[in-house]
Nanobody
Framework: QVQLVESGGGSVQAGGSLRLSCAAS?????LAWFRQAPGKEREGVAA????????AYADSVKGRFTISQDNAKNTVYLQMDSLKPEDSALYYC???????????????WGQGTQVTVSS
């Protein structure tokens, strides 16, 4: 089955940047990033439809975060700029087939990587 391995989390000050990576085995039509903070519901952040590279973003991150892919490495990235304390969360990589949206059926999940943004 599909396996997902996340990396790149860490601690930064507000206004800083981080780049998350998700290495995927096999093939998925859709790769996405979700996040969950303590006491909050899980939130879909960004998704990419891999055959075309088309993307979708949550309103809360649009203009600050960018999802991209490297097909040669079978890897998806989340570039996070202008980080805010409210971006602090555990970030998960997920895969779906064949539909792709932030409300799609994601059958495979990574272990998560922690992002902490201080004020």
């Amino acid at each position: 089955q599909v396996q997902l391995v996340e990396s790149g989390g860490g601690s930064v000050q507000a206004g800083g940047s981080l780049r998350l990576s998700c290495a995927a085995s096999g093939y998925s039509y859709c790769l996405a990033w979700f996040r969950q903070a303590p006491g909050k519901e899980r939130e879909g952040v960004a998704a990419i439809y891999t055959p075309r590279g088309s993307t979708a973003y949550a309103d809360s991150v649009k203009g600050r975060f960018t999802i991209s892919q490297d097909n040669a490495k079978n890897t998806v990235y989340l570039q996070m700029d202008s980080l805010k304390p409210e971006d602090s969360a555990l970030y998960y990589c997920a895969a779906a087939n064949p539909s792709c949206s932030l409300s799609a059926d994601y059958a495979y999940w990574g272990q998560g990587t922690q992002v902490t943004v201080s004020s």
